[in-house]
Nanobody
Framework: QVQLVESGGGLVQAGGSLRLSCAAS????????MGWFRQAPGKEREFVAA????????YYTDSVKGRFTISRDNAKNTVYLQMNSLKPEDTAVYYC???????????????????WGQGTQVTVSS
């Protein structure tokens, strides 16, 4: 079992930056792929970014490519999402998630993730 706790959300002006953190409990964190998802009011939860267990492979949704960077520090059991050039449409609750299965790909599908955090609010003002 893995418990995930997000932090780092807040209110920022358009064009600004935030770094989200997701701290994981448990000794198996370093074996899991990790993902970030977001959900805006009235919308479905959507994939943002994923990273493999080693931190070498990453995967982004098109709308954040070149602006967001996912990374991890397995020694600290933490995954990060650096968000630059933020836009009002990035406003959402951001969730981190852990995929405990070994796959040949990084998943962008929420049901393939087994553990979820409680979310952190990101609000970008125009």
């Amino acid at each position: 079992q893995v418990q995930l706790v997000e932090s780092g959300g807040g209110l920022v002006q358009a064009g600004g930056s935030l770094r989200l953190s997701c701290a994981a409990s448990g000794r198996t964190f370093s074996t899991y792929a990790m993902g970030w998802f977001r959900q805006a009011p009235g919308k479905e939860r959507e994939f943002v970014a994923a990273i493999d267990w080693s931190g070498v492979s990453t995967y982004y949704t098109d709308s954040v490519k070149g602006r967001f960077t996912i990374s991890r520090d397995n020694a600290k059991n933490t995954v990060y999402l650096q968000m630059n050039s933020l836009k009002p449409e990035d406003t959402a609750v951001y969730y981190c998630a852990a995929d405990r299965r070994t796959r040949r790909y990084l998943s962008g599908t929420s049901y393939e993730y087994d553990y979820w955090g409680q979310g952190t609010q990101v609000t970008v003002s125009s």
